[in-house]
């Protein structure tokens, strides 16, 4: 193993430094920022990985209901089958895919992923209404965040007036 070298003054040479000013102006408008793209003229980014995260942060907090028990599992063996189950979700996180229509599919297709876990091998009573319970659980998750963030702006944002987004990026 290599001994470290001591820190010596002469490291920071190449480091620049930016004034806050400057970094404003790289940075942009913060996370109410609005993206260009070739497909939509306006895609809400920051709504849909808010609508995301506080999906998923909805889904895995701790709940003693066996519908929340099922629904996480059936995140991750849905992640766990690989091709579009895995890249969907992962692009709409990382920013890469900003259109909430399939953040709403991809939500929707995980629960119902999850029932069909349940039905699967022998349907009976409790686990329908398990999956039952796991369907209203998945839509009374959903659909407040998407309330909350703006039905208007997340899936109609060129209707929004122009006060109320940032211009878009250049």
């Avoid at 996370?31 to 793209?37: E, G, I, L, N, W």
């Avoid at 980014?45 to 003693?64: E, H």
């Avoid at 900003?98 to 599919?105: M, Q, S």
Wanted: charged residues 15%; hydrophobic residues 40%.
């Amino acid at each position: 193993m290599e001994p470290s070298k001591p820190f010596n003054a002469s490291m920071l040479s190449s480091v620049s430094i930016v004034s806050p000013i400057e970094r404003k102006d790289k940075v942009g408008a913060g996370r109410h920022t609005v993206k260009k793209s070739t497909t939509d003229p306006l895609t809400p980014v920051a709504s849909t990985i808010n609508t995301l995260a506080g999906a998923l942060y909805k889904v895995f907090c701790a709940s003693p209901d066996q519908a929340r028990k099922e629904m996480r599992e059936a995140c991750f063996d849905y992640l766990s089958l690989g091709g579009v189950c895995s890249t969907g979700p992962v692009s709409l996180l990382s920013g890469l895919n900003p259109r909430p229509l399939t953040l709403v599919l991809h939500f929707f297709a995980v629960a119902i992923f999850g029932v069909g876990r349940l039905l699967l091998p022998f349907p009976s009573p409790k686990r329908m209404w398990i999956g039952a319970k796991l369907i209203s659980g998945a839509s009374g998750i959903i659909l407040p965040i998407i309330k909350a963030e703006g039905v208007r702006q997340m899936f109609f944002p060129a209707t929004v007036p122009a006060y109320y987004r940032a211009p878009p990026m250049k």
